[in-house]
């Protein structure tokens, strides 16, 4: 219809331009030569106000094919214009591709490495986190804020980081506290800086490396002692037999207490020798021997030898115990025999209680089963949870501060941990089973 009217307009003025040529020649009695040049001068004028028009109006056009999606822009196929238009929205296509693939590959990396990561703007935002961070935080990370959910120290040190610095913290997000190694370097980027923020537990390595200072403390000194108790024990021992009967003293009672002196150190130095031999166990736990077990006979095995022992205690299993587990079996048995027997030595010192002991077994937040040891004791003090799983600390005046370490070093040997957590009322130490 545009065209149309274009072409009706376009006859219109040439006829009505003939008309006024023919008036005009009539008129002034012009030569035909004189009415060509004229009529083709007022053809020329009209042909470059119609392509002035046309170029004015062309961007126009353009612009409104490439907001309707018209990609041909309104052109023929042959019109230089189309054609550079099409490479030139063929490399920009090509080019974004280009950076969607990129990006996707940099974000499957990012997710798969298995590395704490986390990447804030200058605001402190989140601008990207690996699934790794997401994990050992366990907590929704959106800005640095977050951070003080599980260490205000870990957010402050991150905050105020202007260089590459690194330094460890306690996670206190989880259960059972985490020894994190944070890292911080800055990255500058198109006048825009980002912090780049690295975290890794280390609580395995330092739990190691406890483990083995203290091997190398029991091997030093259960050899030191050993060597000096091993003889007082013998000579001992030698002087009471080589007393004769008949040996007399001004005063009878000097001879009861030279007696008295030799047997007792003869009987201590016996049992500082058990001691030694039974501390050994910390240096010469023998390796796992692994089998398959039903969870349920293990922890039923232990409550059964405790109920004819001690029947006024009463002993409860629940929770998820109908689970197949692989450990040692004499070992953990080992364990829950000592945690048992703590809960209800700490039990005893209470009144118009019910003595109870729960063994609950359970899956934690990383989908490891667990044996909480629980009962409804007095609890322990929070200084003493601090000291005890060191080896020789005990707050019992008979305690050797042996079983708790012993009991530690088994559930590390199995790739698992033993800790304790903290209840309103009562102790209750948990079992993790790697």
């Known amino acids: 219809m545009n065209i149309r009217f274009k072409s009706a307009?376009?006859?219109?003025?040439?006829?009505?331009?003939?008309?006024?040529?023919?008036?005009?020649?009539m008129h002034y009695q012009l030569s035909a030569i004189t009415a060509l040049v004229v009529l083709f001068s007022l053809a020329q004028i009209i042909w470059l106000t119609a392509l002035y028009h046309r170029a004015q109006r062309f961007p126009e056009q353009l612009f409104r094919a490439l907001s309707n999606g018209d990609h041909t822009l309104g052109l023929p196929v042959t019109h230089p214009l189309r054609q550079d238009y099409e490479k030139a929205r063929n490399q920009m296509q090509e080019t974004r591709l280009d950076a969607q693939r990129q990006v996707q590959f940099i974000n499957a990396v990012f997710n798969h490495i298995n590395l704490p990561l986390l990447i804030c703007d200058e605001q402190?935002?989140?601008?990207?986190?690996?699934?790794?961070?997401?994990?050992?935080?366990?907590?929704?990370?959106?800005?640095?804020?977050?951070?003080?959910?599980?260490?205000?120290?870990?957010?402050?040190?991150?905050?105020?980081?202007?260089?590459?610095?690194?330094?460890?913290?306690?996670?206190?997000?989880?259960?059972?506290?985490?020894?994190?190694?944070?890292?911080?370097?800055?990255?500058?980027?198109?006048?825009?800086?980002?912090?780049?923020?690295?975290?890794?537990?280390?609580?395995?390595?330092?739990?190691?490396?406890?483990?083995?200072?203290?091997?190398?403390?029991?091997?030093?000194?259960?050899?030191?002692?050993?060597?000096?108790?091993?003889?007082?024990?013998?000579?001992?021992?030698?002087?009471?037999?080589?007393?004769?009967?008949?040996?007399?003293?001004?005063?009878?009672?000097?001879?009861?207490?030279?007696?008295?002196?030799?047997?007792?150190?003869?009987?201590?130095?016996?049992?500082?020798?058990?001691?030694?031999?039974?501390?050994?166990?910390?240096?010469?736990?023998?390796?796992?021997?692994?089998?398959?077990?039903?969870?349920?006979?293990?922890?039923?095995?232990?409550?059964?030898?405790?109920?004819?022992?001690?029947?006024?205690?009463?002993?409860?299993?629940?929770?998820?115990?109908?689970?197949?587990?692989?450990?040692?079996?004499?070992?953990?048995?080992?364990?829950?025999?000592?945690?048992?027997?703590?809960?209800?030595?700490?039990?005893?010192?209470?009144?118009?209680?019910?003595?109870?002991?729960d063994l609950i077994a359970r899956y934690n937040e990383h989908a490891q089963l667990c044996v909480d040891i629980c009962d409804n004791g007095p609890g322990i003090t929070e200084q003493a949870s601090k000291m005890m799983f060191v080896p020789f600390f005990s707050t019992k005046q008979q305690g050797s501060g042996i079983g708790l370490s012993l009991s530690k070093q088994i559930m590390l040997q199995h790739g698992g941990e033993l800790i304790y957590l903290h209840r309103s009322q009562g102790a209750c130490f948990r079992c993790v089973f790697g």
């Open 9 to 25: 307009l376009c006859g219109m003025s040439l006829l009505f331009s003939g008309m006024l040529l023919y008036i005009t020649v």
């Open 124 to 357: 402190g935002q989140i601008i990207e986190q690996s699934s790794a961070a997401k994990k050992i935080l366990n907590i929704k990370i959106n800005n640095l804020e977050s951070l003080k959910q599980g260490s205000p120290d870990i957010f402050t040190f991150v905050s105020s980081a202007t260089t590459n610095q690194q330094s460890s913290f306690t996670w206190h997000r989880n259960e059972q506290p985490e020894t994190l190694y944070v890292q911080v370097s800055t990255l500058q980027i198109q006048y825009l800086q980002y912090k780049i923020v690295t975290l890794q537990s280390i609580t395995e390595q330092l739990n190691a490396k406890e483990q083995q200072a203290y091997k190398q403390l029991t091997k030093v000194l259960t050899h030191e002692v050993a060597n000096s108790i091993t003889p007082l024990a013998s000579m001992a021992q030698t002087c009471l037999a080589l007393m004769p009967d008949g040996l007399q003293f001004d005063d009878q009672e000097d001879k009861q207490d030279l007696t008295l002196a030799l047997s007792t150190l003869a009987s201590r130095s016996t049992h500082l020798s058990e001691f030694i031999r039974e501390f050994r166990h910390l240096s010469n736990l023998p390796a796992p021997q692994l089998q398959a077990v039903q969870l349920y006979e293990l922890l039923s095995s232990v409550k059964q030898l405790f109920d004819s022992q001690h029947p006024n205690v009463m002993f409860r299993i629940s929770g998820i115990t109908q689970v197949m587990c692989t450990l040692d079996i004499k070992q953990i048995e080992q364990v829950l025999i000592n945690l048992c027997k703590n809960a209800i030595e700490a039990i005893a010192t209470t009144q118009n209680t019910q003595p109870q002991i």
